[in-house]
């Protein structure tokens, strides 16, 4: 199979992107993990892949894939990129667009400076639904991770995040933390890691450790989730720059019920095409 592909990144994370309403695709697990190889294909933290929607009311469906091959709900840079593809590819004129994702359906806007702002829609609170155990619904949690206790905030933004408050994100164990969380038994299906400083009432530092990934330059729903983390526990006031290893996103939420808003930029890198 031949593929035509668009390198894209929000912020540094970084995408295949491919057109399935032009060519036709088969994926599966082992082809998306060659696709993201860095070695061995195009290399990326996620592939997206476009398709035309089920739901009538959409523009859109597009579907994401994390570099393992697992198939996940949403990607708040992917969402950015996904509205800049579709609009490079030719595949519709509008500048607000409605798409349908394994997560549920998104609002996109994007603006003259080619700024994209997206409605995440509220953030889920409730333990089951995250899917995270604990009894009742709380601001934080504690958390054993190998004989130590944590104290996390546990949201989905349609796919699961776990945060936890750091004095300072360039120490933070990333790298080892991460991962124990982020295959943690209370997370069923895994979940996404965010360590985030509060520098002010109005600036968070985040790094994100990925599920089915790693460490990655930025993470759209992380900052979303770290955002009502921060929130819930009183840090914030309601509109935050977050700063990522990539870059920065602007996220305003004001309050549990309400939508998440989220406006950062999105890059085309170059095409490409692939056999796979
Ligand atoms: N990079 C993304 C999140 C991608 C999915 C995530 N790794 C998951 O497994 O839920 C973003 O910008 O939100």
């Given at each position: 199979m031949r593929l035509r592909f668009t390198k894209m990144h929000g912020l540094g994370n970084d995408f295949v992107m491919l057109d399935g309403i032009s060519q036709r695709i088969k994926l599966s697990p082992d082809k998306i993990r060659r696709l993201a190889d860095r070695h061995l294909g195009v290399g990326c933290d996620q592939v997206l892949l476009v398709e035309a929607p089920r739901?009538?009311?959409?523009d859109f469906r597009y579907r994401i894939f994390n570099a393992d091959g697992s198939e996940v709900e949403n990607c708040g840079n992917g969402a950015r990129c996904f509205a800049r593809f579709v609009r490079e590819r030719r595949l519709?004129?509008?500048r607000s667009l409605l798409v349908e994702t394994a997560g549920g359906l998104l609002q996109l806007n994007i603006a003259d400076n080619d700024r994209v702002s997206v409605d995440m829609g509220a953030p889920i609170l409730e333990p089951a639904e995250i899917p995270f155990e604990a009894d009742l619904r709380a601001e934080t949690y504690p958390l054993e991770v190998e004989g130590e206790t944590y104290i996390v905030g546990a949201v989905s933004m349609g796919n699961p995040h776990a945060v936890l408050l750091v004095d300072d994100v360039d120490s933070a164990p990333v790298a080892t933390l991460g991962p124990a969380i982020e295959s943690h038994p209370r997370f069923p299906n895994r979940v996404n890691v965010g360590f985030m400083q509060v520098q002010s009432r109005d600036r968070i530092r985040l790094r994100v450790f990925e599920?089915?990934?790693?460490?990655?330059?930025?993470c759209g729903t992380g900052a979303c989730a770290a955002m009502v983390s921060a929130r819930l526990r009183e840090l914030v006031d309601d509109t935050v720059t977050v700063v990522l290893p990539g870059g920065e996103l602007t996220i305003h939420w004001s309050a549990p019920g309400e939508p998440v808003t989220m406006t950062g930029p999105a890059t085309t890198v170059f095409q490409g095409q692939i056999l796979l």
């Amino acid at each position: 199979m031949r593929l035509r592909f668009t390198k894209m990144h929000g912020l540094g994370n970084d995408f295949v992107m491919l057109d399935g309403i032009s060519q036709r695709i088969k994926l599966s697990p082992d082809k998306i993990r060659r696709l993201a190889d860095r070695h061995l294909g195009v290399g990326c933290d996620q592939v997206l892949l476009v398709e035309a929607p089920r739901n009538p009311e959409a523009d859109f469906r597009y579907r994401i894939f994390n570099a393992d091959g697992s198939e996940v709900e949403n990607c708040g840079n992917g969402a950015r990129c996904f509205a800049r593809f579709v609009r490079e590819r030719r595949l519709t004129g509008k500048r607000s667009l409605l798409v349908e994702t394994a997560g549920g359906l998104l609002q996109l806007n994007i603006a003259d400076n080619d700024r994209v702002s997206v409605d995440m829609g509220a953030p889920i609170l409730e333990p089951a639904e995250i899917p995270f155990e604990a009894d009742l619904r709380a601001e934080t949690y504690p958390l054993e991770v190998e004989g130590e206790t944590y104290i996390v905030g546990a949201v989905s933004m349609g796919n699961p995040h776990a945060v936890l408050l750091v004095d300072d994100v360039d120490s933070a164990p990333v790298a080892t933390l991460g991962p124990a969380i982020e295959s943690h038994p209370r997370f069923p299906n895994r979940v996404n890691v965010g360590f985030m400083q509060v520098q002010s009432r109005d600036r968070i530092r985040l790094r994100v450790f990925e599920r089915g990934v790693g460490e990655t330059r930025a993470c759209g729903t992380g900052a979303c989730a770290a955002m009502v983390s921060a929130r819930l526990r009183e840090l914030v006031d309601d509109t935050v720059t977050v700063v990522l290893p990539g870059g920065e996103l602007t996220i305003h939420w004001s309050a549990p019920g309400e939508p998440v808003t989220m406006t950062g930029p999105a890059t085309t890198v170059f095409q490409g095409q692939i056999l796979l």
